[in-house]
């Protein structure tokens, strides 16, 4: 196809965009999950929404499935995302290496959490699977002690969440674009639990993932089993706030085929946690895309775990729906996962009138996140913000972040057409 100018940015109808969207996240995940390499019949503008769909979801780096699909444009946005992600993957490398050092010089054990943990599996290659920072558990008596080895190591503590303390390197500044870039700063940020507001109600299983014997250092999950678990919280979280990415899933699939029966055992924890009602959505989710990832005996025996109304939503969940794709903010997202009327009032009570603490933790969104500055709706009284759901359909702040930057970058005003795909030599 032959190469075309930018254009002035024109906004395409919402309703146009939200349906792109869905065509796009949804081509995405089936491809992904299972590799047939048709090139989709998608017009100029669901080009750009599938690329803003795959930088937003992690899965701009997987060339080695998508770069099937023929269109120019898009083959050269995976090839330079993969070469981002692998350059960031080296400085990530470079960085856990330093911090491994410097924690064994001192006496001190960690955890590297999640992304860490699956590159040092070999689940990914270089360049495929981003990281959009690093995740270090510490137990709570050693939190004050990594965070001065952090600082030590020329970080600055940029704010403080229920779940974690945020760390980055002193004097760096965000990087403006779409998807990966190599010198986006490496945020740090330091747990002490593992744990998730589901919604309100918090399911804690540190005690499943950090050792019982840590050493000084780096070290390990205990047993692929933990991990899954810490996999399965962390979607569990993301479903409940409709911010489950496609990558997410990729992850839980690639570790599934790797654990015997008797590993998802550990989801039942250690008798001190209770019983993972959280497990069965987003392990549904996956099993809706990658068939046969999953043991059918094993959601079988979940169903029982998970309260009537969540099964029930659960099983009508796509990724969109689940995730930043869907393009309408919706106000009581994540009740279905009260377990309890009590627990559904504090829920409607706390999004009504958001304590100190989470005002708090939202202006220190606003003021690190670029995606959530320059946004009037996320800086306006929640009085307007109340008043704006009432009267038309809101859109998300994150969504509207990664289309607006995929359709700046090539803006074409031929959103209708739809241009033979390219052969690419």
Same mark, same amino acid.
């Given at each position: 196809?032959?190469?075309?100018?930018?254009?002035?940015?024109?906004?395409?109808?919402?309703?146009?965009?939200?349906?792109?969207?869905?065509?796009?996240?949804?081509?995405?995940?089936?491809?992904?999950?299972?590799?047939?390499?048709?090139?989709?019949?998608?017009?100029?503008?669901?080009?750009?929404?599938?690329?803003?769909?795959?930088?937003?979801?992690?899965?701009?780096?997987?060339?080695?499935?998508?770069?099937?699909?023929?269109?120019?444009?898009? !083959?050269?946005?995976?090839?330079?995302?993969?070469?981002?992600?692998?350059?960031?993957?080296?400085?990530?490398?470079?960085?856990?290496?330093? !911090?491994?050092?410097?924690?064994?010089?001192?006496?001190?054990?960690?955890?590297?959490?999640?992304?860490?943990?699956? +590159?040092?599996?070999?689940?990914?290659? #270089?360049?495929?699977?981003?990281?959009?920072?690093?995740?270090?558990?510490?137990?709570e008596n050693d939190q004050e002690r990594a965070g001065a080895m952090l600082e030590r190591m020329g970080y600055v503590l940029s704010f403080a969440a229920w779940k974690h303390r945020v760390y980055k390197p002193a004097g760096d500044a965000a990087v403006a674009c779409l998807g990966e =870039?190599?010198?986006?700063?490496?945020?740090?940020?330091?747990?002490?639990?593992?744990?998730?507001?589901?919604?309100?109600? !918090?399911?804690?299983?540190?005690?499943?993932?950090?050792?019982?014997?840590?050493?000084?250092?780096?070290?390990?999950?205990?047993? +692929?089993?933990?991990?899954?678990? +810490?996999?399965?919280?962390?979607?569990?979280?993301?479903?409940?706030?409709?911010?489950?990415?496609?990558? =997410?899933?990729?992850? /839980?699939?690639?570790?599934?085929?790797?654990?015997?029966?008797?590993?998802?055992?550990?989801?039942?924890?250690?008798?001190?946690?209770?019983?993972?009602?959280?497990?069965?959505?987003?392990?549904?989710?996956?099993?809706?895309?990658?068939?046969?990832?999953?043991?059918?005996?094993?959601?079988?025996?979940?169903?029982?775990?998970?309260?009537?109304?969540?099964?029930?939503?659960?099983?009508?969940?796509?990724?969109?729906?689940?995730?930043?794709?869907?393009?309408?903010? =919706?106000?009581?997202?994540?009740?279905?996962?009260?377990?309890?009327?009590?627990?559904?009032?504090?829920?409607?009570?706390?999004? /009504?009138?958001?304590?100190? +603490?989470?005002?708090?933790?939202?202006?220190?969104?606003?003021?690190?996140?670029?995606?959530?500055?320059?946004?009037?709706?996320?800086?306006?009284?929640?009085?307007?913000?109340?008043?704006?759901?009432?009267?038309? #359909?809101?859109?998300?702040?994150?969504?509207?972040?990664?289309?607006?930057?995929?359709?700046?970058?090539?803006?074409?005003?031929?959103?209708?057409?739809?241009?033979? #795909?390219?052969?690419?030599?």
């Amino acid at each position: 196809m032959p190469e075309q100018h930018a254009k002035p940015y024109a906004r395409p109808p919402l309703a146009t965009i939200k349906a792109g969207l869905l065509r796009t996240t949804e081509a995405l995940a089936t491809e992904l999950a299972h590799p047939a390499g048709d090139t989709p019949d998608w017009n100029a503008l669901e080009w750009r929404l599938a690329m803003a769909v795959a930088a937003a979801h992690g899965v701009a780096g997987q060339g080695n499935v998508y770069a099937r699909w023929r269109h120019d444009g898009w !083959i050269r946005f995976l090839d330079s995302q993969h070469e981002h992600v692998a350059r960031r993957h080296e400085r990530i490398d470079t960085l856990l290496e330093r !911090i491994g050092a410097h924690a064994r010089a001192i006496g001190l054990p960690l955890v590297a959490l999640k992304g860490a943990a699956l +590159h040092a599996m070999g689940l990914y290659a #270089p360049g495929e699977r981003p990281m959009a920072d690093i995740d270090l558990l510490v137990s709570e008596n050693d939190q004050e002690r990594a965070g001065a080895m952090l600082e030590r190591m020329g970080y600055v503590l940029s704010f403080a969440a229920w779940k974690h303390r945020v760390y980055k390197p002193a004097g760096d500044a965000a990087v403006a674009c779409l998807g990966e =870039h190599r010198d986006t700063p490496v945020n740090i940020e330091l747990h002490t639990r593992i744990q998730e507001r589901l919604p309100v109600s !918090i399911v804690d299983i540190t005690s499943c993932v950090y050792p019982r014997s840590p050493v000084a250092g780096i070290n390990p999950y205990p047993s +692929h089993g933990a991990l899954m678990s +810490h996999l399965l919280l962390h979607a569990a979280g993301n479903l409940c706030n409709r911010s489950m990415r496609l990558i =997410h899933l990729n992850d /839980i699939s690639l570790l599934a085929a790797r654990m015997m029966r008797s590993e998802w055992l550990a989801l039942w924890g250690d008798g001190t946690t209770e019983s993972p009602w959280w497990a069965l959505p987003p392990l549904r989710l996956v099993s809706r895309y990658y068939t046969g990832a999953v043991p059918p005996t094993l959601l079988y025996e979940l169903q029982s775990e998970c309260p009537a109304l969540l099964r029930f939503a659960s099983g009508h969940l796509t990724l969109t729906r689940a995730s930043c794709s869907e393009l309408w903010l =919706h106000a009581w997202s994540g009740i279905e996962w009260a377990r309890s009327l009590p627990e559904a009032g504090r829920f409607v009570s706390h999004r /009504i009138r958001p304590s100190p +603490h989470a005002q708090q933790e939202r202006a220190d969104m606003v003021r690190t996140q670029l995606w959530l500055q320059d946004s009037p709706w996320v800086t306006a009284s929640r009085w307007r913000r109340a008043f704006g759901w009432l009267t038309h #359909p809101v859109t998300r702040t994150d969504t509207m972040y990664v289309v607006r930057t995929a359709l700046e970058q090539q803006a074409s005003p031929a959103w209708a057409q739809r241009p033979e #795909p390219a052969v690419t030599t």
